[in-house]
């Protein structure tokens, strides 16, 4: 993918209030503990992930995407009406149909003649809705256009603590497969993209790759809970089943090295479809794992860990907001001049890997 006239106009995020420490969710498992004599600490100590947020209980993820989505709206400063394509990416959505993406459309009132849809692809849909629309954008279809999602974490995390609990006959190895499960974390994030003729900041998208590593589909995966009951408290009537009561199972090891290989394989194309050498590289935003991958990711792919920005320990892993969130909170904070060469790196299972080249110049607001 190589693009002319995409530019990311602007990145906004939404953090919920609630903090929960990993602390807190191991003295909630304090059942488990015990009976499997599992020594106090260990969530923080193997993952580097200390605290993650919750949104309120029942909250819809069209909510918090419709203010994210207004905050980039907002600092972009587009006439909503130029806006040709909204699109929702997160894991967490209202509904199995309609589309999530059609609330927030209606609460943010842009045109009708706007393209509304929802992508799920893992931890990476925000990445691949983005593609999709710099893709319409280059191809002139539309002006502009927003990738926007909100993940959801407090279900995931209490049916696991249920599960956990209540069923005795897991072993350590077994509970191995949920313990990614309970660093997910919540957040909302958007990115605004538009044409290079109503540009203010000069940030263009250059291009990248998508590739598939499908052999490696059955090492993470997430679907409902049989049982209703190990979810007390947690349903939401407005909500589907399918959401309500969530159950991840994830064989985190394999995962993480193929992960890495995958990506290994990956950075070679990306590099040479961009241009760049990895010295050129100034500032990276990576999708948010844990702490092992994080160091295993750089050392394979000989970049400065120096260079990349994280929100790991205190938001732990927000799924498919967790790149733009990132990235979003490092331009807030001054993470990225001008004159930075920025690379988006999404690795997400599945397995699948979107890499995307950004030069930087200015944010607004």
Not at 306 to 331: H, K, R, Y
């Amino acid at each position: 993918m190589r693009y002319k006239n995409v530019y990311l106009e602007a990145f906004a995020y939404s953090l919920p209030d609630e903090v929960v420490t990993s602390a807190e969710l191991e003295a909630r498992l304090a059942p488990l503990y015990r009976r499997l004599r599992l020594p106090e600490g260990r969530l923080e100590m193997m993952s580097g992930v200390a605290a993650r947020r919750f949104w309120p209980p029942g909250m819809p993820p069209s909510l918090k995407s419709s203010e994210t989505a207004e905050k980039a709206i907002q600092t972009a400063g587009i006439d909503r009406r130029k806006i040709g394509a909204l699109v929702h990416g997160s894991v967490c959505r209202d509904f199995v149909e309609p589309a999530t993406a059609c609330l927030v459309h209606r609460n943010l009132g842009l045109p009708r003649s706007c393209a509304v849809y929802d992508v799920s692809n893992a931890c990476l849909g925000l990445l691949n809705a983005l593609a999709q629309v710099a893709d319409m954008i280059e191809l002139g279809q539309i002006q502009a256009g927003i990738v926007v999602g909100t993940e959801n974490s407090r279900a995931l995390v209490e049916t696991t603590i249920a599960k956990l609990n209540s069923d005795t006959a897991l072993s350590r190895r077994d509970i191995k497969q949920a313990f990614a499960s309970l660093t997910i974390g919540s957040g909302s994030a958007a990115i605004l993209l538009c044409h290079r003729e109503l540009s203010r900041t000069g940030n263009r998208l250059l291009g990248g790759i998508v590739e598939a590593f499908s052999d490696h589909c059955e090492l993470c995966y997430g679907n409902a809970s049989n049982n209703a009951e190990e979810a007390v408290g947690i349903a939401n009537e407005n909500v589907c089943d399918e959401f309500a009561h969530p159950l991840m199972w994830t064989d985190s090891e394999a995962l993480m090295q193929a992960g890495i290989a995958a990506a290994k394989e990956s950075f070679s194309h990306f590099l040479t479809e961009v241009g760049w050498k990895p010295a050129e590289i100034n500032k990276t935003f990576c999708h948010q794992v844990g702490r092992a991958h994080r160091r295993l990711l750089f050392e394979t792919l000989k970049l400065d860990p120096a260079i990349d920005f994280s929100t790991l320990e205190e938001l732990g892993n927000t799924g498919a907001v967790a790149l733009p969130l990132t990235a979003a909170i490092g331009i807030e904070r001054s993470r990225v001049q001008p004159g930075d060469r920025v690379a988006l790196l999404g690795i997400g299972s599945g397995i699948n890997v979107i890499m995307l080249g950004l030069e930087w110049h200015r944010r607004l607001g």
